[in-house]
């Protein structure tokens, strides 16, 4: 048997971030032959993923995050089983790592960011060796990039909840960006404005609308005004512009723009919660 120093075990501990026994274990099974100790830990993390395939990874990081000139944000999901390991330092780190790597090299979606070089290897190589790390399935699930005038990252203390807005026009006052991300957090809008609701969304709320105007015995003739008069109120309650400001009840989140700059406004946003 290879006689295997210190060195070479810290060394393919700090590559593969496994722990310093399997590091000794994959040396001492290659025979010694580094790269083939590193295939051999990404081998057990891919034995491991396929062993909890079935597993549900509910848990996990939520991190959102601008670059620097606050021109373009990124939101990403990095799911894992147990709220253990959700909590754990250095899986958020690991977390925050790939968020990094995603708006430094502006991928486009999440099979984009799956390839990106990660500290020798692809993105999806470096989640497998943690999943031989960690031991329990994890899932990068969901990624989003946004680019606008002015972004605004939010992430609610907990890493379960983030959210990312867009603004039409740069806003010197840090605190307007973060009540509309904060808004888009607590309230869940479907939208930015009532015109950009989905069609189909749209008909199903006038269809139920109608449905249960007809179950309060309402007159055929009426329906499709109270009908509408729902879907209004439906807009009213879930598109972000129209929603009333948390923070003040008395104007919409378009009021309170609005006062600000006659012309600013939402462009786009990005919101994801584990728990919805």
């Given amino acids: 048997?290879?006689?295997?120093?210190?060195?070479?075990?810290?060394?393919?501990?700090?590559?593969?971030?496994?722990?310093?026994?399997?590091?000794?274990?994959?040396?001492q099974e290659s025979g010694g032959d580094y790269d083939k100790a590193i295939?051999?830990?990404?081998?057990?993390?891919q034995a491991i993923a396929n062993k909890r395939a079935d597993r549900e990874a509910t848990e996990g990081a939520v991190l959102a995050r601008t670059t620097e000139d606050r021109k373009t944000?990124?939101?990403?999901?990095l799911n894992c089983e147990t709220d253990f390991v959700a909590k754990n330092e250095?899986?958020?780190?690991?977390?925050?790592?790939?968020?990094?790597?995603?708006?430094?090299?502006?991928?486009?979606?999440?099979?984009?960011?799956?390839?990106?070089?990660?500290?020798?290897?692809?993105?999806?190589?470096?989640?497998?060796?943690?999943?031989?790390?960690?031991?329990?399935?994890?899932?990068?699930?969901?990624?989003?990039?946004?680019?606008?005038?002015?972004?605004?990252?939010?992430?609610?203390?907990g890493n379960k909840l983030a959210s990312l807005i867009g603004l039409n026009k740069s806003v010197d006052d840090a605190q307007v960006g973060?009540?509309?991300?904060?808004?888009?957090?607590?309230?869940?809008?479907?939208?930015?404005?009532?015109?950009?609701?989905?069609?189909?969304?749209i008909d199903k709320e006038i269809e139920i609308g109608k449905e249960q105007a007809r179950?309060?015995?309402?007159?055929?003739?009426i329906i499709e005004k109270i009908a509408m008069g729902k879907l209004n109120k439906y807009f009213k309650e879930n598109t972000l512009l129209n929603q009333d400001f948390i923070k003040d009840n008395k104007k919409t989140i378009g009021q309170y723009l609005n006062e600000i700059d006659g012309d600013l406004t939402v462009t786009d946003f990005v919101r994801y919660g584990l728990k919805d």
């Fill in 73 to 77: 944000g990124a939101l990403l999901v």
């Fill in 215 to 221: 179950r309060e015995g309402k007159p055929e003739q």
């Fill in 178 to 201: 973060k009540d509309v991300a904060m808004q888009v957090a607590a309230m869940n809008p479907v939208a930015v404005d009532k015109d950009r609701v989905p069609q189909e969304v």
């Fill in 90 to 157: 250095d899986f958020v780190a690991f977390a925050s790592s790939i968020l990094d790597s995603a708006l430094a090299q502006q991928a486009a979606d999440l099979e984009a960011l799956k390839a990106l070089p990660l500290e020798g290897k692809t993105v999806e190589e470096a989640v497998m060796e943690q999943v031989g790390k960690i031991g329990e399935k994890l899932d990068l699930s969901f990624y989003q990039i946004l680019s606008a005038e002015q972004m605004t990252a939010y992430v609610h203390p």
């Fill in 1 to 27: 048997m290879a006689e295997i120093k210190t060195a070479d075990v810290v060394k393919l501990r700090k590559t593969t971030g496994a722990g310093m026994m399997d590091c000794k274990k994959a040396l």
């Fill in 39 to 45: 295939e051999i830990i990404r081998k057990k993390g």
